[in-house]
């Protein structure tokens, strides 16, 4: 995300980065909590903080139309649209042809996901919250996985995966030092 920065003798005033400090953090934690919920299938009881919960299924999606239609329903929950002015914005589904990882474009409202093996583990429901996270960030800057992003996407998992969902990231957070705002 960036900023109106000083402007130069020849020109415009230059953007500036805003620091995204915990990115790292925040892909590892985040990390940690898919594998939590790819053993799950299995063995859906688990120890959080101390608490026993039975983790709900995460979804999981074959192809695009999938998560389009899945972003669509998600934007469409009136309890979204009542927290967040920008699930007003239609958001579009497309390919990326890279594996790394999905990505949020702001331009465009566009979520880019990989669908060709071995991209095809970001087609889950965590991944896809992620990136509607960023989506439903307003336009004032701020850091990319900062607080303001965090405590967004917790929100989501919270009420479209469950509270127990929720309560496994928020956990995950702060064991890895990751701010929640």
């Known amino acids: 995300m960036t900023r109106p920065g ?3 003798a020849s020109g415009p005033p230059r953007p ?7 990115r790292s953090r925040v892909y590892e934690a985040e990390h940690l909590v898919q594998r939590i919920f790819d053993r799950a299938v299995d063995h859906p009881v688990v120890q959080v903080a101390g608490s026993t919960v039975v983790l709900p299924p995460e979804r999981h ?4 139309d999938g998560v389009q239609r899945y972003v669509d329903a998600v934007l469409r ?3 979204v649209r009542a927290r967040w002015s920008r699930a007003a914005v239609p958001v579009s589904v ?4 890279g594996t790394d990882g999905a990505h949020y474009e702001r331009a465009g409202a566009v979520i880019a996901v990989p669908v060709h093996r071995p991209g095809r583990w970001a087609l889950r429901e965590l991944v896809v919250l992620h990136e509607l996270a960023h989506h439903l960030a307003p336009d004032d800057p701020e850091a990319g996985h900062g607080p303001a992003f965090t ?6 998992v919270d009420g479209t995966v469950g509270p127990e969902a929720a309560l ?14």
């Not at 500036?16 to 915990?22: E, F, H, K, N, S």
Request: charge should be positive; charged fraction near 30%.
């Open 151 to 156: 405590h967004r996407f917790v929100e989501l």
């Open 77 to 79: 929950q009136a309890w």
């Open 168 to 181: 496994l990231l928020r956990v995950t957070y702060a064991d890895v030092g990751v701010r929640v705002g």
């Open 16 to 22: 500036v980065r805003v620091r995204d400090g915990q």
């Open 6 to 8: 000083r402007s130069s």
């Open 94 to 97: 497309r390919s990326r042809a």
């Open 61 to 64: 999606f074959g192809d695009l």
